[in-house]
């Protein structure tokens, strides 16, 4: 008997039946679409008189609300020619040229089966050079057969699995690794390893003499929480945040650090102090409708004129880093919460931002300035403005408020919601919305420019818990970033520079001049182990300097002229982010 393209010119069929039994898949005839068949892959079939080929499938369908299927369908469609000649002749470059081609799932593994054993050094060459016009069911099964026939070439590959323009600076013993690194100058950066038995090292590697400079045991890092920078240098000293407070047994983001740690810049412990029950508070349910937080940690500090100001309480400690002492504590008005932010003013005075507002202290700690809003606004700018998850500025110096709405179709006017926190730039503020809008405002909250785009959503209440700042302000520059969606460049007039479409997550945004922007994108590529990150170096203009991949995150850091660190399994290496051969 013959296909239904020899009887008809068919090239498609289908028919149903009924589900009766959902544990049961019922079986169809083939014999009379197909007639006198071959069977050369899966779900494939070949007419032996017309040497037509057929794709025959059988699936569930009905109702999408159902649990079960309503019926089964059988369906059949006949292969063009140009399909038909990769079937009869599978080669690498006919598998490359159809990667977008309609195939069964398990088509282009089959042809790999073949072709291992027909074309075997085609296939080793093309795991070689990565092809990346093959789908990532391609790559994956590429990846297994090297790493089968040529264990000691796939042992070498993933050993060194990293950017051949890099050097390695040194190798912790077999089974230690890197957890993050922070410069501390120009030449000399800190890092945290992790060796076997749960030991953690704290030590300091200078780039100029290739040493280490000292190295010393430290409890374990705070890493079962929010995601705050856990070692990070402020003003002079080394700041450390150690072990957990645990916050909630269902979810791990309300734990906190349990102890900070102050070193000086030689490896010295200046302070340990323990943050248990005197540095958060929990924000009352009723207040979510103009903060929309759930909870304010407040474990944060400030350091200024070699001293540290931490929240105790409903009170300030203020810490000499000369000597290593409590220096005094300090009485907040209102039982106002410290929020660990503080700056000095030109005339000695200091300005205390609180989780609820703004307090002034003259030299002998007495009250000039106390602003206290009913809320936890999510921003305090230089201005002594005061901004709300849904979108309302408040002036402490006026009390006069300004409102952001949108009206619809409707006539309903409602107020916008903020997606990350508002940043300030010299001259003005940003002012992330959700749903793809954002606001450009001067010192007087005016609207200089509304984009069609807005930065990743961080502070809603879906995104409880992330921390990451995705808007980054440079001498001269704004870059706002948006998960999955896109990157944006605009300078503090509202000009747009430059725009960049995304598929992956962003990471990291910072700057380590102040003029140059370093995004860390999340990359997923099949050949290679999880973990990888894409680094890509902006210039001031929004030019690609530099767009490399790395092997993980894990350590990586940049200096102040652009020598990036980064760790795979045991080693530390570095790369110059402006060399010339770096743009992909």
Same mark, same amino acid.
Not at 209 to 236: A, D, M, S
Not at 389 to 401: F, G, L
């Given at each position: 008997?013959?296909?239904?393209?020899?009887?008809?010119?068919?090239?498609?069929?289908?028919?149903?039946?009924?589900?009766?039994?959902?544990?049961?898949?019922? =079986?169809?005839?083939?014999?009379?679409?197909?007639?006198?068949?071959?069977?050369?892959?899966?779900?494939?079939?070949?007419?032996?008189?017309?040497?037509?080929?057929?794709?025959?499938?059988?699936?569930?369908?009905?109702?999408?609300?159902?649990?079960?299927?309503?019926?089964?369908?059988?369906?059949?469609?006949?292969?063009?020619?140009?399909?038909?000649?990769?079937?009869?002749?599978?080669? $690498?470059?006919?598998?490359?040229?159809?990667?977008?081609?309609?195939?069964?799932?398990?088509?282009?593994?089959?042809?790999?089966?073949?072709?291992?054993?027909?074309?075997?050094?085609?296939?080793?060459?093309?795991?070689?050079?990565?092809?990346?016009?093959?789908?990532?069911?391609?790559?994956?099964?590429?990846?297994?057969?090297?790493?089968?026939?040529?264990?000691?070439?796939?042992?070498?590959?993933?050993?060194?699995?990293?950017?051949?323009?890099?050097?390695?600076?040194?190798?912790?013993?077999?089974?230690?690794?890197?957890? $993050?690194?922070?410069?501390?100058?120009?030449?000399?950066?800190?890092? +945290?390893?992790?060796?076997?038995?749960?030991?953690?090292?704290?030590?300091?590697?200078?780039?100029?003499?290739?040493?280490?400079?000292?190295?010393?045991?430290?409890?374990?890092?705070?890493?079962?929480?929010?995601?705050?920078?856990?070692?990070?240098?402020?003003?002079?000293?080394?700041?450390?945040?150690?072990?957990?407070?645990?916050?909630?047994?269902?979810?791990?983001?309300?734990?906190?650090?349990?102890?900070?740690?102050?070193?000086?810049?030689?490896?010295?412990?200046?302070?340990?102090?323990?943050?248990?029950?005197?540095?958060?508070?929990?924000?009352?349910?009723?207040?979510?409708?103009?903060?929309?937080?759930?909870?304010?940690?407040?474990?944060?500090?400030?350091?200024?004129?070699?001293?540290?100001?931490?929240?105790?309480?409903?009170?300030?400690?203020?810490?000499?880093?000369?000597?290593?002492?409590?220096?005094?504590?300090?009485?907040?008005?209102?039982?106002?919460?410290?929020?660990?932010?503080?700056?000095?003013?030109?005339?000695?005075?200091?300005?205390?931002?609180?989780?609820?507002?703004? $307090?002034?202290?003259?030299?002998?700690?007495?009250?000039?300035?106390?602003?206290?809003?009913?809320?936890?606004?999510?921003?305090?700018?230089?201005?002594?403005?005061?901004?709300?998850?849904?979108?309302?500025?408040?002036?402490?110096?006026?009390?006069?408020?300004?409102?952001?709405?949108?009206?619809?179709?409707?006539?309903?006017?409602?107020?916008?919601?903020?997606?990350?926190?508002?940043?300030?730039?010299?001259?003005?503020?940003?002012?992330?919305?959700?749903?793809?809008?954002?606001?450009?405002?001067?010192?007087?909250?005016?609207?200089?420019?509304?984009?069609?785009?807005?930065?990743?959503?961080?502070?809603?209440?879906?995104?409880?818990?992330?921390?990451?700042?995705?808007?980054?302000?440079?001498?001269?520059?704004?870059?706002?970033?948006?998960?999955?969606?896109?990157?944006?460049?605009?300078?503090?007039?509202?000009?747009?520079?430059?725009?960049?479409?995304?598929?992956?997550?962003?990471?990291?945004?910072?700057?380590?001049?102040?003029?140059? =922007?370093?995004?860390?994108?999340?990359?997923?590529?099949?050949?290679?182990?999880?973990?990888?990150?894409?680094?890509?170096?902006?210039?001031?203009?929004?030019?690609?300097?530099?767009?490399?991949?790395?092997? =993980?995150?894990?350590?990586?850091?940049?200096?102040?002229?652009?020598?990036?660190?980064?760790?795979?399994?045991?080693? +530390?290496?570095? $790369?110059?982010?402006?060399?010339?051969?770096?743009?992909?």
């Amino acid at each position: 008997m013959s296909c239904l393209f020899c009887q008809k010119g068919s090239s498609s069929f289908s028919r149903s039946e009924p589900a009766i039994d959902e544990t049961r898949t019922p =079986s169809f005839p083939i014999d009379d679409i197909v007639g006198n068949s071959l069977n050369p892959f899966r779900e494939i079939y070949e007419c032996k008189d017309c040497h037509s080929f057929w794709w025959i499938k059988t699936r569930g369908t009905g109702d999408p609300r159902s649990t079960y299927p309503e019926f089964y369908e059988q369906t059949a469609e006949r292969f063009d020619d140009q399909r038909s000649e990769l079937i009869q002749n599978p080669t $690498v470059a006919g598998m490359i040229t159809h990667k977008d081609s309609s195939f069964p799932y398990s088509f282009f593994a089959e042809i790999l089966e073949i072709l291992s054993v027909k074309e075997k050094e085609s296939v080793k060459e093309l795991y070689l050079r990565k092809e990346p016009n093959v789908s990532n069911a391609v790559k994956r099964w590429l990846r297994d057969w090297f790493s089968n026939h040529y264990p000691s070439e796939f042992q070498e590959i993933q050993k060194k699995g990293i950017p051949v323009f890099s050097s390695e600076l040194f190798s912790f013993d077999e089974k230690e690794t890197a957890l $993050v690194s922070e410069f501390i100058s120009i030449d000399q950066f800190v890092l +945290i390893s992790n060796g076997e038995g749960d030991a953690w090292k704290l030590q300091t590697y200078d780039l100029k003499t290739k040493q280490i400079l000292w190295k010393k045991k430290i409890k374990r890092p705070f890493l079962e929480g929010l995601q705050i920078p856990i070692l990070f240098y402020q003003t002079g000293y080394l700041c450390l945040y150690q072990g957990f407070q645990k916050g909630s047994e269902y979810y791990s983001k309300l734990n906190r650090p349990e102890t900070l740690c102050i070193y000086d810049l030689k490896g010295n412990q200046i302070l340990s102090i323990s943050l248990k029950f005197q540095c958060y508070e929990i924000l009352s349910t009723e207040e979510r409708d103009v903060s929309e937080n759930r909870i304010v940690h407040n474990f944060c500090f400030s350091i200024l004129s070699d001293k540290l100001y931490i929240p105790y309480q409903s009170k300030i400690q203020v810490y000499d880093l000369k000597t290593g002492s409590l220096f005094k504590t300090i009485s907040l008005p209102g039982w106002e919460i410290f929020s660990g932010k503080a700056f000095e003013t030109e005339s000695e005075q200091l300005v205390f931002f609180t989780l609820k507002g703004i $307090v002034g202290m003259n030299l002998i700690d007495e009250v000039i300035f106390h602003y206290s809003s009913h809320y936890h606004p999510v921003l305090i700018d230089s201005q002594f403005n005061l901004y709300y998850y849904y979108s309302i500025v408040e002036s402490a110096n006026t009390s006069e408020k300004i409102e952001f709405k949108q009206t619809h179709s409707s006539g309903i006017s409602l107020h916008r919601q903020l997606s990350s926190k508002p940043v300030e730039f010299p001259g003005g503020i940003y002012l992330p919305f959700s749903l793809d809008e954002s606001f450009l405002l001067d010192s007087s909250l005016q609207i200089i420019k509304e984009f069609p785009f807005t930065s990743t959503n961080t502070i809603g209440p879906h995104s409880f818990g992330i921390e990451k700042n995705p808007i980054l302000v440079t001498e001269d520059r704004i870059f706002i970033t948006n998960d999955y969606s896109g990157m944006y460049m605009i300078d503090f007039s509202g000009n747009f520079i430059f725009e960049k479409q995304i598929d992956s997550e962003v990471i990291s945004l910072f700057t380590f001049d102040g003029k140059h =922007s370093v995004v860390i994108l999340s990359k997923h590529d099949d050949y290679s182990e999880d973990g990888q990150v894409e680094l890509i170096l902006f210039s001031p203009n929004g030019n690609r300097i530099t767009e490399i991949t790395l092997p =993980s995150f894990a350590g990586l850091s940049v200096s102040f002229n652009g020598i990036a660190l980064f760790s795979k399994g045991n080693q +530390i290496f570095s $790369v110059d982010l402006f060399a010339t051969d770096l743009l992909g």
